[in-house]
């Protein structure tokens, strides 16, 4: 096999890989897209906000260190212990269903029935004050996380490539293991929204809230139970990321990559954003190793919002998107 | 004929009970606008009533506010002996009071089947954990309430069309398909909107034909709301009649329609 070919296969495999990344993102808008009908600005600083937290409870972080302080002339900084992993992402996650509520109980609640270009600024807000609320309460500096998740190359991929092609792919073991957790994050969340009662109930006010609201489906509980999904989902994401390139003010740039993401697969598809996010993954690395030398490198930066456009002009409502048909 | 406590019997001699909904003095305002003005009347055990009027009398807002859509601005509404307090629709629905809208609300995206289920919502004690911890018990109440809706689809016979998207069905079937939703919650009191708007002469007999049979097979206590005057007459055991926000009759069919200011202002208009 011509080397060339090996390579584009290892570029093809490690896209993939980023495109789970991708499709984590998007999925968290996805989920309350449909849910709610607002487009969830904030859904990347809630990562930001769900990895800091994380670091925070580990490294037994005191929460709003500065401020108190500040203001009491106190010394505290540390509480002095050291939590393992899975403690800490339970007690995240204990924090991001308490901020759902939040979300709900005092912004969202008072917008049922706006537009939707009002609820899309209501969620940019938001996003910078969730973006403020980490720095006030962990610190802006940049953290590490480890959970205990491996990294480094996958030694058994590496051989058996070396085996086949005589030429060893590097795969990042992180990546394989987000594949796996995202695989099973997907199959829980189809699970949940097909089989179980809340489930059913999500569905049936994504579809039409008098309807809901006339079989006894509180709307109220459904969206906090949509927005704790959607912190879960971020939450995940978080740790990806931020195991991945350090817990810092960018990872809630990570959102913008879910854009095209969400163009490609559509706005109301768990599987398109599944699909987008691949098709952006693997996309980027193609493109940027056959044509990153002709044009200067770099095309990763700018390759998913071309093919965002592109889609756009020629099937705005992307692969797996509900068609919108206006009566006339 | 009508003993308060007792109830009364049919001219078809079937036996309506004691009193399930009481409404008391009900005024609704929007603002400057009165939609309905100090109204009272009650709905019986086992019994179909209708509320009737011209357009724009204020019967939807009535359905609305027994279902908790809107809320009284004065008045009382009494459900199985009890005055309810202010409610949510959805708190409503919980209680046992199912309904049907006049412009059809159903899930376009689910299946025929799926809409039915959701009708059980109401009924589904197990949460998404104990579904998760135990799988035996949430299984056999997912079966008890599938057997329930089946039997509302048999029931209503749109079997044919279990498996479709509601979205690709024609009005009628729309319309019957939110019937079976309703249903399928085993209310206590049913409440239909408008259940013959829009359809043509089959379909209306296949409607008044279910209500019939509901409230015989079942016994289910229904209130809807209709301006066919021939359907209405047929159906009800006991009609209201409102106008402009009042309501000017309240009796038997036969009573009303011969009730000078019902064919005034309704009879009179519609008919000539």
């Keep these: ?328 | 004929m009508l003993d308060q406590a007792e109830g009364y019997t049919t001219a078809d001699g079937r036996k309506i009970g004691g009193v399930v909904m009481e409404m008391k003095n009900i005024t609704l305002r929007f603002g400057g606008v009165v939609a309905i003005k100090d109204i009272s009347f009650d709905i019986r055990e086992g019994e179909i009533r209708a509320i009737i009027g011209p357009n724009g009398a204020g019967k939807s807002s009535m359905l609305n506010v027994i279902s908790g859509f809107y809320t009284p601005s004065e008045g009382e509404v009494w459900f199985h002996g009890a005055k309810r307090p202010q409610m949510r629709p959805f708190e409503v629905a919980r209680q046992g009071i199912a309904r049907t809208f006049q412009n059809i609300a159903l899930f376009e995206g689910m299946s025929v089947l799926d809409n039915v289920m959701t009708g059980r919502l109401t009924h589904m004690k197990t949460g998404v954990f104990s579904q998760a911890l135990w799988k035996g018990r949430a299984e056999k109440e997912e079966t008890e309430n599938r057997e329930v809706a089946e039997k509302v689809i048999d029931f209503l016979e749109i079997q044919h069309i279990r498996k479709t998207p509601v979205s690709r069905l024609p009005y009628g079937l729309k319309k019957r398909v939110e019937l079976a939703r309703a249903l399928a919650a085993q209310p206590r009191l049913l409440l239909l909107d408008e259940p013959m708007a829009g359809m043509n002469v089959e379909e209306k007999e296949d409607m008044s034909r279910f209500i019939l049979d509901v409230n015989d097979e079942f016994g289910t206590t229904i209130a809807l709301i209709e301006h066919d005057m021939g359907v209405v007459m047929d159906l009800s055991d006991r009609v209201v009649v409102m106008d402009y926000g009042k309501k000017i009759g309240d009796g038997p069919p036969d009573e009303v329609r011969n009730n000078q200011d019902v064919i005034d202002a309704y009879l009179g208009v519609a008919h000539d």
């Design chain 1, 1 to 328: 096999m011509p080397d060339q070919v090996v390579y584009a296969m290892e570029v093809t495999l490690n896209g993939l890989m980023a495109g789970v990344l991708y499709a984590l993102v998007a999925l968290g808008f996805v989920l309350i897209y449909k849910a709610s009908g607002i487009f969830n600005y904030a859904q990347g600083v809630m990562a930001l906000f769900a990895a800091m937290t994380l670091v925070g409870i580990m490294d037994g972080q005191v929460p709003f260190s500065h401020l108190i302080n500040a203001l009491f002339g106190t010394e505290v900084h540390h509480f002095g212990w050291h939590l393992p992993g899975l403690l800490a992402i339970l007690m995240t996650m204990a924090v991001m269903v308490a901020l759902a509520w939040c979300v709900q109980q005092f912004v969202m609640r008072h917008l049922v029935g706006q537009e939707p270009i009002i609820l899309f600024m209501a969620t940019i807000g938001l996003a910078y004050f969730l973006e403020g609320l980490s720095d006030l309460m962990w610190g802006s500096e940049i953290k590490k996380l480890d959970v205990g998740l491996p990294q480094g190359i996958n030694e058994a991929l590496d051989s058996v490539t070396y085996d086949i092609f005589g030429y060893g792919f590097f795969i990042d073991n992180l990546d394989v293991v987000a594949t796996i957790i995202a695989a099973l994050l997907v199959i829980a969340l189809v699970a949940f929204s097909q089989y179980t009662k809340e489930g059913r109930a999500m569905r049936a006010v994504a579809d039409d809230h008098q309807a809901a609201l006339s079989v006894g489906i509180s709307l109220n509980f459904i969206w906090v139970m949509v927005w704790s999904v959607a912190g879960f989902v971020a939450l995940v994401a978080g740790i990806m990321w931020g195991t991945k390139s350090g817990v810092q003010f960018s990872l809630s740039l990570i959102a913008l990559k879910a854009l095209p993401v969400l163009m490609l697969g559509g706005f109301t598809s768990i599987p398109g954003a599944i699909v987008g996010g691949l098709i952006i993954g693997v996309g980027e690395k193609l493109f940027d190793f056959m044509f990153g030398p002709m044009l200067g490198g770099a095309t990763e930066n700018w390759f998913a919002y071309v093919l965002a456009l592109i889609f756009l002009v020629f099937r705005p409502q992307g692969l797996f998107g509900e068609k919108i048909i206006e009566r006339v």
